[in-house]
């Protein structure tokens, strides 16, 4: 971290004219990128390729986790909501607010530099809250999305814009609140809009020039493999959805990014896009070089009930049935957590975790879901998950040492009703509306999956009034980290599930937490409205020969 | 209403020598130029009629841009040409651009846009730019060494501010003046300190971030280094940023082609932004 840099580098000393024009050093090279032990830097919006949100950081146990305390808290300049999860470097913490990015001196929550670009107006649905989830950086660039599809590319060192591509046209509905991702030299962006009735893709561009290299349309152009899952001679696919607002995941020995998709467009008029609707709430194996189809998974065929599939893909090496193999575990909002073999997509487990689910009466052999008969009707069909879905965008996490996968999830029905619009650009395009009952008796659960198993080790049930989207982090002494549903930071056993410590940040969490270090000293940082919030043990605790070990 | 002085306006603001002066005989001129414009022929009511009919359906409403054509309200190298040259524009169109010729206006036509335009740019003086912008390009990203610090429209040095919006909303004579230099004080957020340990460690950079406690400093390599005031044996604020005088480097062609690259290739600032970088927000 800084220390070593400093080593390395001649920051010192003297100075003079001809040292203006000294080249740093990268911030994130490709080697950090790929990884997967996580201790002082946060390089990337998962942390790792994988997705699990595992750091091996080991300060922090269940037997000190009682004495933690607040450091330092960011509040953001313009008031909108923090979903952004900030990278660490080095000591400099990177995150984004609406459209603006900020690095901060991640010991002190000061500013170093501040990246101001006014919010768009005009925009709506998700895009007009101008929230953004974060970073992505190679070498000495930062990439972010903007409200308005933009990808920006940074000097990370000074916040000072390099270029700005427009990476959507003809239908101005589109919005991006995502984070990129960096695979091999490319940055790589999805959008948002998928209830607006925009047509999804994934699109990657060179990291140094920000020219276009490919882009994959998650709705097939009529004639190509997956158009016969639309209704022929309709122009619905332009318009079908299957939006990509979260960064997917990357193994490097398969060369395979797997990226998610949203719902289909418009959310819930089935009746004008007849089909499977591929390859709308799918994972997408991709060749991340020329963006070319591997292999799909659609987890909702023909979605009725806005049921996203964007939740993190998490890639875990792990024991299935006896046998080792590559697999890929999603916790998913219809309801149900799977489990894929990543290197050919076939489907091997699917396990309810909702609590209360009516759409489908389970998954067959084949990975497809049996669905009962309720759909959205024009007087109004109560059906679970809710709109909100099972579980959402907020990252779930894999621990290596305990071998369970945790995630958030929320136990709600809504009321899905339909009326058959057209589309209009400047307008949502759900086809009616789904409504929350005040009989529900919502309740959110931190979960704790064996995947082994299928089983369940542990649920805990959350108090709370079901609004927060906190996601979760976990750590090589088993310890859960998450934002729980009463505007509290909390830490739990990952074993037994039992509670140990939390902490009120008198607002609502809608970001995913994360882990990182500085001098020996381990860090956890979640955002709650439009604060940052950290916490470490007190110096008195860190003893020294742990610090010796950090570095 | 509009005043739009001529030329000769700004080069008597300019001959004028102390700060009292300078103003007063601007005010005085802006003044005439005013009273002038009250019996001048332009109509800049019939002008935002011709705009809104005509222009606003690309250029917005408040000129300020929209989905098919650019902001000519705020963008300084808009607001920078002169009322010949944006007539031209308008009677010719731009080829290759997407602009049509609305030479079917007339000549009356266009001077009435024209003036309804220097409305919406709010602008109270025409800016007469006199130096060779491509020269100063070429001196900016050359011999004059300000791309190795500073960045201009995503090309050059990070360790000094990013000049992409600065010729926005300036005075000349405030760029000239930071140019040439000495600086009086370094903004925020730029100055370079002098450290050294208590392990005798001698540093230098520029200050990014500062509480009662701990110091952020940048070097010129980009990498940072935070430090504990407690503990350090000198702390030395050298009152200055990095930025060399240039007033014995640059001929004053030299400095007027520099400047004159700085306003006609800046980019406009969003109003809310410019709140923002100056605290006024906070």
């Known amino acids: 971290m800084m220390r070593r840099l400093l080593r390395t580098t001649a920051l010192a000393a003297v100075c003079c004219a001809h040292a203006l024009h000294a080249q740093g050093a990268d911030i994130v090279t490709q080697e950090m990128l790929h990884s997967t032990t996580l201790r002082n830097n946060w390089p990337s919006y998962n942390g790792d390729y994988t997705g699990r949100r595992f750091t091996s950081l080991t300060q922090i146990t269940p037997a000190n986790a009682s004495q933690l305390q607040a450091q330092w808290v960011f509040h953001s300049r313009n008031a909108g909501i923090l979903e952004a999860t900030p990278l660490v470097v080095d000591g400099i913490m990177y995150l984004t607010g609406s459209n603006d990015a900020y690095a901060l001196d991640a010991a002190t929550g000061r500013i170093i530099w501040h990246h101001i670009r006014p919010v768009t107006q005009g925009l709506i649905d998700d895009a007009s809250g101008h929230i953004n989830r974060g970073v992505a950086i190679l070498g000495t660039r930062l990439y972010m999305q903007t409200d308005n599809a933009h990808l920006l590319c940074l000097d990370a060192r000074s916040g000072s814009m390099l270029w700005d591509v427009a990476y959507t046209k003809d239908n101005r509905n589109y919005g991006a609140t995502g984070a990129p991702l960096v695979v091999r030299g490319k940055v790589l962006v999805g959008t948002s809009g998928g209830d607006d009735g925009v047509r999804g893709f994934v699109a990657a561009f060179d990291a140094a020039t920000g020219k276009e290299a490919w882009r994959f349309w998650t709705v097939p152009t009529p004639g190509d493999p997956g158009s016969e899952t639309w209704p022929a001679n309709s122009d619905i696919y332009k318009h079908g959805g299957g939006t990509t607002w979260m960064p997917g995941t990357y193994d490097p020995a398969l060369n395979t990014i797997f990226w998610t998709t949203g719902n289909p467009s418009p959310d819930f008029d089935g009746s004008v896009r007849e089909g499977d609707n591929l390859y709308t709430n799918s994972v997408l194996a991709l060749d991340p070089d020329t963006g070319k189809l591997r292999w799909h998974y659609q987890f909702t065929p023909h979605d009725l009930n806005d049921y996203d599939a964007t939740e993190t893909p998490v890639l875990i090496d792990a024991d299935f049935k006896g046998h080792p193999r590559k697999l890929l575990m999603q916790a998913n909002r219809n309801g149900f957590v799977y489990i894929l073999d990543r290197t050919t997509g076939e489907f091997l487990q699917a396990t309810q975790f909702a609590q209360t689910q009516n759409w489908a009466k389970g998954i067959d052999s084949k990975g497809r879901p049996i669905r009962t008969d309720l759909a959205p009707s024009a007087e109004g069909t109560r059906m679970c998950p809710s709109y909100a879905g099972g579980t959402n965008w907020y990252s779930p996490t894999w621990n290596e040492r305990t071998r369970l996968f945790y995630f958030l999830s929320l136990d709600d029905c809504s009321v899905f009703r339909v009326k058959t619009q057209d589309f209009e650009e400047g307008r949502a395009f759900y086809s009616t509306g789904a409504a929350h009952l005040p009989t529900e008796h919502a309740h959110k659960y931190l979960n704790a999956y064996n995947p082994a198993t299928g089983k369940f080790v542990w649920r805990y049930e959350q108090t709370g009034d079901t609004r927060s989207f906190a996601g979760a982090v976990s750590t090589a002494t088993g310890l859960v980290l998450f934002g729980n549903d009463a505007q509290q930071f909390e830490v739990v056993d990952g074993t037994t599930g039992r509670s140990l410590w939390h902490f009120t940040m008198g607002q609502t969490p809608h970001a995913s937490p994360m882990s990182y270090a500085i001098d020996g000293r381990q860090y956890f940082a979640i955002a709650a409205g439009s604060d940052l919030f950290t916490f470490a043990l007190p110096p008195s605790i860190v003893a020294p020969r742990a610090k010796a070990k950090k570095n | ?282």
């Open chain 2, 1 to 282: 209403l509009q005043i739009i002085p001529g030329a000769s306006v700004l080069k008597a603001v300019t001959a004028a020598r102390g700060r009292v002066r300078r103003s007063l005989s601007l005010f005085i001129l802006l003044a005439l130029a005013s009273a002038y414009k009250l019996h001048a022929q332009a109509d800049t009511i019939a002008g935002g009629k011709t705009f809104a009919a005509n222009c606003a359906g690309c250029h917005g409403s408040d000129g300020r841009g929209g989905e098919r054509a650019p902001n000519i309200a705020t963008a300084r190298n808009v607001m920078s040409l002169t009322d010949a040259e944006l007539s031209a524009f308008i009677r010719n169109g731009v080829t290759g651009a997407g602009m049509p010729s609305f030479s079917f206006l007339g000549d009356r036509g266009i001077t009435d846009v024209v003036a309804y335009l220097r409305v919406l740019q709010g602008k109270t003086s025409e800016i007469k730019v006199t130096g060779d912008d491509h020269a100063g390009r070429a001196l900016f990203f050359g011999s004059a060494g300000c791309s190795r610090c500073h960045m201009m429209h995503g090309e050059g040095g990070f360790i000094a501010s990013d000049l992409s919006d600065y010729g926005s909303g300036i005075a000349l004579e405030r760029i000239r003046g930071a140019i040439i230099g000495p600086e009086s004080t370094a903004p925020t957020g730029s100055e370079v300190v002098e450290v050294i340990t208590v392990r005798g460690e001698q540093l230098r950079g520029v200050l990014r971030s500062e509480d009662n406690f701990i110091a952020v400093i940048q070097a010129e390599d980009g990498s940072y280094r935070r430090l504990a005031k407690a503990a350090l044996k000198k702390f030395n604020r050298t009152g200055h940023s990095l930025m060399p005088a240039y007033k014995d480097t640059l001929s004053a062609k030299q400095l007027d082609d520099v400047i004159a690259y700085l306003v006609r290739s800046a980019d406009p600032i969003d109003p809310a932004t410019r709140r923002l970088r100056t605290g006024a927000a906070q």
